[in-house]
């Protein structure tokens, strides 16, 4: 999804992103914000149960359940369909597998995400992405 290069940019378009992309990533934040012992001043304590529950969930649940809220493949379509309804998202690609469905953003996304958004918080969540931690997921 957008980098905050890429928000900048309005000729640069970012390349679809999985499920299963999505799913790793909010995983791994997750994680490391749990481990984390200190966190910045900007994301404020009350948020922490979030991101433990999102640790504890499972990533996907057996074959044969549909998508739900219960695993971190349910909450990651629901909020991607929800986007996708709002004109944030499109679907590129659907597939039999959860995991392989693709999506691209669209240009209204990164004016939500440019100019609503907390700014600090998105770069805060970009970097974290981007450090070797993510690479144990």
Known sequence: FPTTDGLDDDNY??????VSNCR????????????SSS???EIPPEL??????MSAMPLVLPAGQRA???SLVGIVKLA????????LVRLDRDADDDASVTYTPTHRLRVQLRELALRRLFDIAQEA???P???EV
Request: overall charge positive.
């Open 13 to 18: 378009t970012p390349p679809p992103s999985s």
């Open 24 to 35: 790793d990533t909010l995983y791994a934040l997750a994680r490391r914000l749990k481990e």
């Open 39 to 41: 966190l910045p001043a």
């Open 48 to 53: 922490a149960p979030g991101w433990d529950a």
């Open 68 to 70: 739900s809220p219960n």
């Open 80 to 87: 991607l369909g929800h986007m996708q309804n709002n004109g």
């Open 129 to 131: 992405t981007r450090t």
């Open 133 to 135: 931690a993510m690479a």
